[in-house]
Nanobody
């Protein structure tokens, strides 16, 4: 059973940056496809970014392209989400998710394709 733990959330002003981290306490990170999702109050959970174990290029939601960068370190069993140029609409609880399945491109943005989830970390962008 894989256990995911996120960290790095907080309050930041518009235009600022935050770096989220996702670590696993059990499992082998190199055997996982990993994604970041977010959920704002009153809204459905939405895809943010993903990194697959096959070393293909990461994928991003259009709303974060050019501002967010996902990375992974299979040695340290960590994934990160660097968030720059943050906007108030980025305010949400951010979740790290992982799956042992080899995701195809058309599935990476589907939350139901990930079977392990962290507890979430709050990101608030406000002046």
């Amino acid at each position: 059973q894989v256990t995911l733990v996120e960290s790095g959330g907080g309050l930041v002003q518009p235009g600022g940056s935050l770096r989220l981290s996702c670590g696993i306490s059990r499992g082998t990170f190199s055997n996982l496809d990993v994604g970041w999702f977010r959920q704002a109050p009153g809204k459905e959970r939405e895809f943010v970014a993903s990194t697959r174990r096959n070393r293909s290029s990461p994928n991003y939601a259009n709303s974060v392209k050019g501002r967010f960068t996902i990375s992974r370190d299979n040695v340290k069993n960590m994934a990160h989400l660097q968030m720059n140029s943050l906007r108030p609409e980025d305010t949400a609880v951010y979740y790290c998710a992982a799956t042992t399945s080899n995701l195809i491109l058309s599935s990476i943005a589907r939350a139901d394709q990930y079977n392990f989830w962290g507890q979430g970390t709050q990101v608030t962008v406000s002046s």
